[in-house]
């Protein structure tokens, strides 16, 4: 798995992996992304920010897509748990899907240990990686604690109203 940062030459193809996303999301009765996050302008703002990623597969193939943003995150701002580390020197992975094509390959897997080294290898001034998932994302909770995220707290309403997420925080140092 390699990850190769998005250009805005990539947002059509960024904008049909995460509906695609969003509806196996639906699928499986989550109902995350099931509203307008994350919007067009998001993933704009994620390619002109640097923060954008397509995840290529060892044959060369797209099979999904993250950003990974430099915090501080306002995100955070309200959530209700404690860190494992105070810092603003942190990294967040946001957005993550494997397009439904190429499910059920491990790739998702694959990906997070990229995202994961990736940071640790070009950032090793870096804290913590931070992350959240909706409530009912059993998937992508799993996929959290096997990398080795400890769960630090719960957002309310900050994606949509009504709507819980869990969040998760692995130590670097």
Do not use: C
Not at 56 to 85: C, F, N, R
């Amino acid at each position: 798995m390699k990850l190769k940062q998005a250009t805005m030459e990539d947002f059509d193809q960024i904008i049909s992996i995460l509906k695609d996303g969003a509806n196996q999301l639906a699928e499986h009765g989550v109902d995350q992304w099931q509203g307008d996050y994350p919007s067009p302008d998001q993933i704009k703002e994620d390619i002109e920010n640097g923060w954008a990623y397509l995840a290529i597969s060892q044959d060369k193939e797209t099979v999904g897509a993250a950003a990974i943003v430099q915090g501080p995150d306002h995100v955070y701002d309200q959530m209700d748990g404690k860190w494992l580390i105070e810092t603003d020197n942190y990294k967040v992975i946001h957005r993550v899907a494997i397009h439904s094509n190429h499910t059920g390959k491990g790739y998702a897997t694959k990906l997070y240990h990229e995202i994961i080294d990736q940071i640790k290898t070009n950032n090793p001034d870096i804290d913590s990686i931070r992350v959240d998932t909706h409530e009912d994302n059993k998937a992508m909770q799993h996929l959290i604690d096997k990398m080795g995220f400890k769960r630090v707290g719960t957002l309310n309403g900050v994606y949509r109203k009504g709507e819980i997420s869990y969040v998760y925080e692995l130590l670097l140092k």
